[in-house]
């Protein structure tokens, strides 16, 4: 049933079904999870800045079907350039019933203040830290157990463009919206 | 219980103080909205002006002001600096360096050499050369327009529907409509499937490619000394270089920029001297046995954007904008992604195009009934004859009007009639000439019709000034082209 995984009392959009938002910097792929979601095709590029619009489609994993909405880039909550502040009202309007910060593993260290102030407004969060192929050639290892404890959220790591770490994603989003006690994923 | 940071202590006074102040239920916590009016967020202002009690928000702005006195610099910035200060210590907490790192790569390399000038602008000549001139004029617009233009349409259709029309339809009026010079499938079909479908595809194939690779932030770079004179920055480069497939595309991605002043100035550039794939494809096709006219035309438009874009940027107030950009890894484009973009842009563009292709048909076929257009073909004909083209180039500016592309494959249809010259003056006044329909009301929709009035005003007589002076330019230098 579809709206059995409504565990949170968030606002109910005209779809029905929960929402979850992806947001993050620029061209850290948030399209490409967008995609992989929902079986949807918006553009995708290698440089910041391709999303200009909201884009919505329709998730499903296991019994579970949500909204999710596919953002411009951010890098703050104080919204700066127009991409930003748009970003910025759909968290505030829409109410998201789950919100995944999805990060470039290279990038961590300016990454996660924006993780910090999402948590400080009270949104459900998961975090997804991507492109971890490119990190690990480079010789970084990301300890995602450790992230996820000392954060208090679910932490996935994955490489959306080889389709790496989705059914993990998919399942913590489960697992989030359902209000089971999430499960700390790693790859 | 998830993480939650604590700031220094005036800065935390200052929130536990605004969050009693706060009565009214908002979409974040109270604690991350009384940061962000510590930060100045004008539109958190505005929220909690119009949701609290006027007494307790003049209190809140009073703890604000009071807060930020205790600081030297802005509070956003002290706020800031200590998220990253928390950040950066999660990150070296979870982040390990494990092997050395592997010295510069391949792709750090050429990344690097894309960026240097000295290497840079050869690189930038040998992409244009063979991903521009190559692959879109002499293979899009060459080879497969012909192939589609002179064998199936020329070949096959047009005279099929020409005599099947004839046999059926007895009346003038009605065949007209469908075949015949400025029949719907004679014309409106041909010109959008055989000529700019082939050309749209082939640009969008290429920029794909490019786009992918994580070139065009480099270019970016490049350029960037060179956009700030005309009031943009590096950033500009992205919806320029995409106004080469598509200038409606592009006027949507200028929202990307960050000061009103910028995206008008692109917006303006865009309409005026960036001619869009399906012009630019046969404009190349047209020029590419002439090296010298093609380079005149080129260094025109070249001149003509630099120009227009330093005297804007003098004009309109506001600062110059600082450059900011992220530089993505030179990455190897994944085949899959290159064409599943190509098509939905191609399939995009289709879409857009095809209706308004059928409209124009319909419109030229009225107007050629009605007398109409006849009319208005004899208000244009001094005025191409005055830049030093035949009348009968006024018919490919009529059709310009309705596209861009509309226009471009018209002068095609009549390029054997043109002497070098004049080919040049044409493809150059054309190129400059109104932004077609789509264009047109893509910018309405993101700079306003006061904006947009502007522009088409300045455009419509600049396009044939500039013509009429690179003609007689062309004429007292006696450069044959």
């Known amino acids: 049933m579809a709206g059995s995984c409504h565990g949170s009392p968030g606002e109910v959009g005209p779809t029905g079904l929960p929402k979850v938002v992806l947001v993050g910097a620029p061209n850290v792929g948030k399209s490409v999870l967008f995609n992989l979601l929902t079986g949807a095709y918006v553009t995708v590029s290698n440089y910041p800045g391709t999303t200009v619009e909201v884009s ?20 703050s909550l104080l919204g700066i350039s127009e991409e930003e502040q748009v ?101 | 219980m998830s993480l939650q940071i604590t700031y220094e202590a005036p800065l935390e006074e200052a929130v536990a103080r605004i969050c009693e102040l706060l009565q009214g239920r908002y979409p974040f916590s109270k604690r991350a909205v009384a940061l962000l009016l510590l930060q100045g967020d004008a539109e958190m202002q505005a929220e909690v002006a119009a949701t609290e009690e006027s007494k307790s ?26 998220r990253q200060q928390a950040t950066a210590d999660l990150a070296a907490d979870v982040v390990g360096q494990q092997a050395q790192s592997p010295g510069r790569s391949l792709a750090d390399w050429l990344g690097w050499l894309t960026m240097w000038p000295v290497t840079g602008i050869p690189i930038l000549a040998v992409v244009l050369y ?58 409106g079909v041909r010109y959008a499937v055989a000529i700019i479908l082939p050309i749209v595809g082939s640009f969008f194939l290429v920029f794909s490619v490019i786009e992918d690779s994580g070139y ?25 270089a995409l106004g ?52 005149l035309w080129a260094g025109f438009l070249l001149l003509v954007f630099l120009l227009v874009g330093y005297l804007t940027s003098r004009l309109l107030p506001g600062s110059r904008p600082s450059f900011y950009l992220e530089l993505p890894p030179l990455r190897l484009p994944q085949w899959r992604n290159v064409l599943a973009k190509t098509l939905i842009r191609m399939q995009w563009y289709f879409i857009e195009v095809f209706p308004l292709f059928v409209l124009a048909s319909v419109l030229l076929w009225a107007g050629q009934i009605t007398g109409a257009f006849g009319v208005i ?60 329909i789509a264009q047109f009301s893509m910018m309405l929709k993101e700079r306003g019709w006061k904006a947009t009035l502007a522009i088409v005003v300045f455009i419509f007589p600049f396009a044939f000034v500039a013509g009429y002076v690179l003609n007689l330019a062309l004429t007292w230098l006696g450069v044959a082209a």
């Not at chain 2, 932030?217 to 490049?222: C, Q």
């Not at chain 2, 309409?271 to 380079?295: D, F, H, K, Y």
Request: glycine share 10%; charged share 20%.
């Open chain 2, 57 to 82: 928000y003049e209190l809140v702005q009073e703890i604000v002001r009071q807060t930020q006195a205790g600081y030297q610099r802005p509070l956003n910035f002290v706020i800031a600096q200590w």
């Open chain 1, 56 to 75: 919505r489609g329709r998730g499903r994993a296991g019994e579970c079907e949500f909204e999710v909405i596919d953002t411009p880039g951010m890098y």
């Open chain 2, 244 to 295: 080469f497939g598509c200038d409606t595309m592009a006027t949507l991605v200028s929202r990307t920029l960050e000061t009103r002043r910028e995206k008008l100035i692109a917006t303006l550039l865009l309409a005026l001297a960036i001619p869009c794939s399906a012009q630019l494809g046969v404009i190349l096709a047209l020029l590419s046995g002439r090296p010298t006219a093609m380079a």
């Open chain 2, 377 to 436: 073909i004899s208000w244009l004909t001094p005025v191409v004859e005055w830049i030093g083209l035949p009348g009968e180039t006024a018919r490919v500016f009529l059709f310009g009007f309705f596209r861009r592309d509309y226009g471009a494959a018209g002068l095609y249809d009549m390029a054997g009639t043109l002497t070098g010259q004049q080919l040049v003056v044409a493809a150059a006044t054309l190129t400059l000439f109104v932004p077609c």
């Open chain 1, 87 to 187: 970003s910025r009202r759909l968290l505030w309007q829409e109410r998201p019933d789950l919100v995944v910060h999805v990060m470039e593993a290279r990038a961590m260290d300016r990454s996660l203040s924006l993780t910090l102030q999402l948590l400080e407004a009270g949104l459900t969060v998961i975090l997804v830290v991507n492109i971890l192929d490119e990190a690990r050639r480079l010789g970084l290892e990301v300890d995602l157990e450790k992230l996820s404890r000392r954060l208090g959220i679910p932490v996935v790591g994955t490489a959306a463009v080889r389709g790496q770490g989705v059914d993990l994603l998919k399942k913590a989003i489960v697992e989030r919206l359902t209000g089971r006690p999430a499960e700390r994923v790693a790859v």
């Open chain 2, 216 to 240: 065009l932030p480099r270019l970016a770079m490049l350029v960037d000394w060179l956009f700030k004179r005309i009031g943009l920055n590096g950033r500009a480069v992205i919806p320029m």
């Open chain 2, 130 to 187: 063979f991903g521009l001139y190559q692959f879109v004029g002499v293979f899009g617009a060459g080879t497969v327009v012909d192939f589609l233009e002179a064998t199936l349409f020329a070949g096959y259709i047009n005279p099929w529907v020409n005599s099947t029309v004839q046999i059926h339809v007895p009346w003038m009026v009605l065949q007209s409509l469908i075949a015949g010079d400025y029949g719907i499938i004679t014309l």
